[in-house]
């Protein structure tokens, strides 16, 4: 059973700058997270979306957004990237018995300069 | 606002010893709590998870006690082996929030 796939894996920005982010959960999940992760703040959570629709939100700034596609695949942007957004973000799924357990895929280091 | 505080920042253990991490958590509401490992480069995965209904859970070498009244748990590594050294988070979440909160994290070493 494959696991959690993120891409890119690596991505360099400058400030200003927009990204997209992508994320494919495992087989059959439908509950997709995302969580920044950086030496500072260490795991955030962004987002949860299941079945297209988001289910709840951290706190994080309207630049931060995220989507979930009919086949559970689901993106995050970050719309004028500053310094402070370079961080590892990280994709998770959960799957339908509600177990708590949470997927990590590998995830998506940005680096904005 | 940190609702989860784990300690210590960093641990350095012998081999074939025990390794003790802490957390506290402030939330009576969470219902769920789980320690996650990190090594470098990978995302973090599920090592042992409890529930607020039992006080100790034992899964091979890893071990979660948990006290309620004092909104504490540890995790308890037995036999510490190298392949251990990695960073362990703590967290917490609570069934209506669907969100995990993570401890600020430790660094695990085990010397050979």
């Known amino acids: 059973k494959a696991g959690v796939t993120q891409t890119p894996r690596y991505l360099i920005k400058t400030r200003g700058q927009q990204v997209t982010l992508s994320c494919s959960p495992i087989?059959?999940?439908?509950?997709v997270s995302w969580y920044q992760q950086t030496p500072g703040q260490g795991l955030q959570f962004l987002f949860e979306?299941?079945?297209?629709?988001?289910?709840n939100k951290g706190n994080f700034p309207g630049r931060f957004s995220g989507r979930q596609f009919s086949n559970s695949r689901s993106e995050m942007n970050v719309s004028t990237l500053e310094l402070g957004d370079s961080a590892l973000y990280l994709c998770?799924?959960?799957?339908?018995?509600?177990?708590?357990?949470?997927?990590f895929g590998e995830g998506s280091r940005l680096t904005v300069l | 606002q940190q609702q989860v505080k784990q300690s210590p920042q960093s641990l350095i253990v012998q081999k074939g010893g025990i390794s003790i991490i802490n957390c506290a958590y402030e939330?009576?509401?969470?219902?769920?709590f789980p320690w996650y490992q990190q090594f470098p480069g990978k995302g973090p995965a599920l090592l042992i998870a409890?529930?607020?209904?039992?006080s100790e859970k034992k899964e091979g070498r890893f071990t979660i006690s948990f006290n309620k009244s004092a909104k504490q748990f540890s995790l308890h590594i037995m036999d510490s082996q190298p392949g251990d050294s990695a960073t362990y988070f703590c967290?917490?979440?609570?069934?209506?929030?669907?969100?995990?909160?993570f401890g600020s994290g430790t660094q695990l070493t085990v010397l050979p």
């Open positions: 087989s059959g999940h439908r509950s």
């Open positions: 939330n009576t509401a969470f219902d769920y």
């Open positions: 998770a799924s959960e799957g339908l018995a509600n177990t708590g357990e949470l997927f």
């Open positions: 967290a917490t979440r609570s069934g209506s929030a669907r969100q995990l909160t």
């Open positions: 409890i529930r607020p209904d039992v």
């Open positions: 979306y299941f079945s297209e629709t988001q289910r």
